[in-house]
């Protein structure tokens, strides 16, 4: 972990980067880029299952490629983990053997003070040493369930990029098959495509209503029309890297899917009632390889957005007037 660390901040001296200016690029603490870069991994003892992310992040923000040690991470991470848990288990063999030999002293005091008396039947002793093992085991996991509600939420709900904010669509549509129209001089295609109700602008059928038309505004932003009212629409991502995911309804946290970290292969699945208006956001930890389709049309994401490595917010806006309210 050091020679990782003492790699990341050479680059950064080599960049003419201040943590202070890092920090600002990256939204980590400078203590947490300190930690990093001095290979601290007792300083991340209570969010180690973050701490890839938080090197992948810095990383990527100094163009590196996080891949080549991304092995060497998990490594750590792992070690550090079974010396933790060797650390207890000592402990807890240590606690049983007080707790024995004072058992054992107690009964040799007995003994003594009972050898005039009559015998009486022997009842069953507590295991105090399982009993001991078993509170222990239930105290590591309190303080396991305490840490990661405290701390998953929050670093969830953290925005290490700016939020983009959809922008307005208008529907060109029908105002560019009239103006091609014109323009064609002996073609009445373009004014066909604004006045008939039946065909658009380039004279081709209308989608049927229900057929969901996707349309994008630029590399994050998307509107979904060509629904009808009530109509269920289904958003589905395809987790191509191992990633934490957060998705919004109107800004608001859905319930199912939950806000959680999603395993390679796992396909993320939204249904929802088409309201005009309404704003569904994907928020991705680690967009590479990642893809999207609503009900069964894939849809196609720039190159710059397909295969970014690091954050990304994805934005599918339901609105049959083009984008505008």
């Known amino acids: 972990m050091e020679q990782i660390g003492a790699a990341l901040r050479e680059r950064r001296l080599e960049l003419g980067l201040t943590l202070e200016e890092v920090s600002k690029k990256t939204r980590l603490q400078i203590p947490f880029i300190r930690a990093i870069e001095s290979g601290d991994i007792e300083f991340f003892k ?38 933790l848990d060797v650390g207890e288990i000592r402990r807890n063999i240590e606690i049983s053997d007080r707790i024995r030999k ?44 305490l840490v990661l509600f405290h701390y998953v939420p929050q670093w969830l709900a953290d925005d290490p990029v700016p939020t983009p904010t959809p922008p307005a669509d208008t529907d060109n549509g029908g105002a560019n098959g009239g103006t091609n129209g014109g323009t064609n001089g002996g073609t009445d295609n373009g004014q066909n495509g604004g006045d008939n109700g039946d065909t658009d602008g380039n004279g081709s059928e209308t989608p049927k209503p229900g057929d969901i038309t996707i349309k994008a505004t630029d590399d994050t932003n998307f509107v979904l029309s060509g629904w009808t009212e009530n109509q269920s629409v289904d958003i589905t991502l395809t987790v191509a890297n191992r990633t934490w995911l957060r998705i919004t309804v109107d ?47 894939a849809i196609t994401l720039n190159d710059s957005v397909a295969n970014l490595q690091g954050t990304a917010k994805i934005y599918f806006k339901f609105s049959n007037n083009g984008g505008s309210e």
């Open 46 to 83: 209570d969010d180690l299952s973050y701490l890839s992310y938080y090197v992948r992040h810095y990383a990527t923000e100094l163009g590196m490629d996080y891949e080549s040690f991304k092995d060497d991470i998990d490594h750590f991470v792992y070690e550090y983990t079974e010396s």
């Open 102 to 145: 004072q058992s054992e002293t107690s009964k040799e005091k007995n003994k003594i003070k009972k050898t005039k008396a009559k015998p009486v039947k022997r009842k069953r002793s507590i295991d105090f040493s399982m009993l001991a093992f078993l509170v222990s085991a239930v105290a590591v996991v309190a303080v396991v369930v």
């Open 251 to 297: 800004d608001k946290d859905v319930d199912n899917p939950t806000s959680k970290i999603y395993e390679s292969g796992e396909i993320v699945h939204l249904s929802e009632i088409a309201v005009e208006g309404k704003v569904v956001m994907f928020h991705v930890g680690y967009m590479n390889g990642n893809t999207f389709k609503v009900n069964d049309t």
